[in-house]
C-alpha cells in the first residue's frame, strides 16, 4: 500500500476471476470465478502464490467467498444457486445449501460467525442457520435481482442491495426471534488459526 507496487501475481488458471478474499490470519487467499472444469474455487499461499488446494463441487462459477471469523470454514456462494461450507484443514465439502433459484452473488457472515446471509438474483435475501445449514424463516422479497448483504456490526441489522435501485435494511433479531433461535443472536468466542 505505501508503494503501490505489485508484490505477487497470482495467475489462477480461472477464465474469469470474481472474488478474492483473505483468510482471517492472513495466510492463505481464496479466489472463485468461472472456469470450464470443476476448479472454480482455488486457495493459494497468501506470501508465495504456491497452490494450496482446489476444493471441488460447484458446477457453475463462484461469485462470492467468506470464511468464518476463526478461518475453519470457508463458504462459497456460485451461479449454480447453491451456497457450500468447506473444511479448511481437509478442504472437504461439509454442507450445501439449496434455496435459491437463481445465481447467489453475494453473502455475508454474522458477527458471532452464527448466521449466513445470501443475496441472489431470484429477487430475495436468505438467512440461514450456519450451525446445521438449515434456513431461517422466509425469504426477504425484493422488488429486482439481490446483489449483495451486509451485516451490521451487533448482527441484529442486515443492509441488502437491489437492482431496483435501493437499499434495504432488515430487523434480522425479530426474525431471528420469531423462528425461536434466539440463542444464534448470542456471541460466541473467536479463535484465529496460528501462524505458526
Known amino acids: ?32 470465478g468461472y ?3 470443476d476448479e472454480r474455487i482455488k486457495i493459494w499461499d ?17 461469485n462470492c467467498l467468506a470464511w468464518t471469523a476463526d478461518g475453519r470454514k470457508l463458504i ?16 472437504q465439502q461439509l454442507a450445501v445449501l439449496t434455496g435459491h433459484s437463481h445465481h447467489v452473488f453475494g453473502i455475508a457472515i454474522s458477527p458471532n460467525g452464527r448466521i449466513l446471509a445470501s443475496a441472489s438474483w431470484d429477487d430475495t435475501a436468505r438467512l440461514w442457520n450456519l450451525e446445521n445449514g438449515q434456513p431461517i424463516g422466509l425469504p426477504l422479497q425484493h422488488p429486482g435481482s439481490v446483489n449483495c448483504v451486509s451485516f451490521s456490526t451487533d448482527g441484529t441489522l442486515l443492509a441488502t442491495g437491489c437492482d431496483d435501485k435501493n437499499a434495504y435494511v432488515w430487523d434480522i433479531s425479530a426474525i431471528i426471534k420469531d423462528a425461536g433461535l434466539i440463542n444464534l443472536l448470542v456471541s460466541c468466542p473467536v479463535f484465529y488459526l496460528s501462524t505458526n
Not at 502464490?49 to 476444493?55: C, D, Q, R
Not at 451461479?79 to 478442504?91: C, E, G, K, P, Q
Request: proline letters at 3%; charged letters at 10%; a negative charge.
Open 35 to 37: 472456469s470450464s472444469v
Open 46 to 62: 497468501a506470501n508465495t502464490g504456491k497452490l494450496v488446494a482446489i476444493p471441488k463441487g460447484h458446477t457453475w462459477g463462484v
Open 1 to 32: 500500500m505505501e508503494t503501490g507496487n505489485t508484490i505477487l501475481e497470482i495467475n489462477t488458471g480461472l477464465n474469469e476471476v470474481y472474488t478474492a478474499t483473505f483468510s482471517p490470519d492472513s495466510t492463505l487467499i481464496a479466489t472463485g
Open 76 to 91: 462459497s456462494g456460485s451461479l449454480d444457486y447453491t451456497i457450500r461450507t468447506w473444511n479448511t484443514s481437509t478442504w
